[in-house]
C-alpha cells in the first residue's frame, strides 16, 4: 500500500521535507546538513505526511491474522505519560476489500494519525473526508487543517493505493 499526494495543476505543491528513492516508493526525512538537524522548509506538510505514512504500531488483537506488528517498536516500551503513538494505522487496510465499510476506517485511522496535530497546537481542528474508488484500486483522502480564527490552513488530497496483488475482491 502506498500514500501519495494528489496534484492539481491549479494547486501549487510544496514538496515536503522528505527525499525520495529514484522510483518514488521510499521516503526518507531530509537532514539540514549543517547541523543535522531536520530541514523544515514545508514544515506541515512533512507533518502531514509522517503522521499518515508511517505504520502506528498496534495491541495484538487488532493484527489481521497472518500480519506481523509494524511500526516504531519504541511505541511499545518507550513512550512517556501522554505522548501519542506515531503513525497511521492505515496499513491495516491493505490486504482489506475495497468495500463500503472500509471508508470510515480509513477516516478513523487517518484523523487518529492526525490528532497530534492538534495535541502540538499546530491546527485546532482536523477534517478527513474519504472517497472509495474500487475502479482505480484505491481511496481518496483529503485532509484539511484549520487554524484557531476558523480558515483552513492545509489542504491536500492523497491516494491510498492497493497493490494487486494484497487486495483481495
Known amino acids: 500500500m502506498r500514500i501519495v499526494p494528489i496534484t492539481q495543476a491549479q ?21 539540514n546538513a549543517s ?33 506481523s506488528n509494524r511500526g516504531w517498536p519504541g511505541d511499545g516500551f518507550d513512550r512517556q505519560r501522554g505522548e501519542a503513538a506515531l503513525g497511521s494505522k492505515l ?13 470510515t476506517e480509513a477516516e478513523d485511522y487517518a484523523r487518529e494519525a492526525l490528532q497530534t496535530l492538534i495535541d502540538q497546537g499546530v491546527c ?22 484549520f487554524g484557531r480564527d476558523g480558515t483552513a490552513t492545509y489542504q491536500r488530497r492523497f491516494a491510498v493505493l492497493w497493490d494487486q496483488i494484497d487486495a483481495r475482491g
Not at 11 to 31: M, S, T, Y
Not at 35 to 48: C, H, N, R
Not at 124 to 143: F, K
Request: aromatic share 4%; hydrophobic share 45%.
Open 35 to 67: 547541523t543535522a538537524d531536520l530541514q523544515s522548509g514545508a514544515a506541515i506538510e512533512t507533518a502531514v505526511l509522517i503522521c499518515l505514512m508511517t505504520d502506528r504500531r498496534v495491541d495484538a488483537s487488532e493484527l489481521p491474522e497472518g500480519e
Open 124 to 145: 485546532v481542528r482536523v477534517e478527513v473526508t474519504v472517497e472509495r474508488r474500487p475502479a482505480d484500486n484505491r481511496l481518496d483522502l483529503e485532509v484539511r487543517l
Open 91 to 103: 496499513w491495516l487496510l491493505r490486504r482489506r476489500a475495497l468495500t463500503e465499510d472500509i471508508d
Open 11 to 31: 494547486e501549487p505543491v510544496r514538496i515536503p521535507d522528505l527525499i525520495w528513492n529514484p522510483l518514488g516508493f521510499i521516503g526518507d526525512l531530509a537532514l
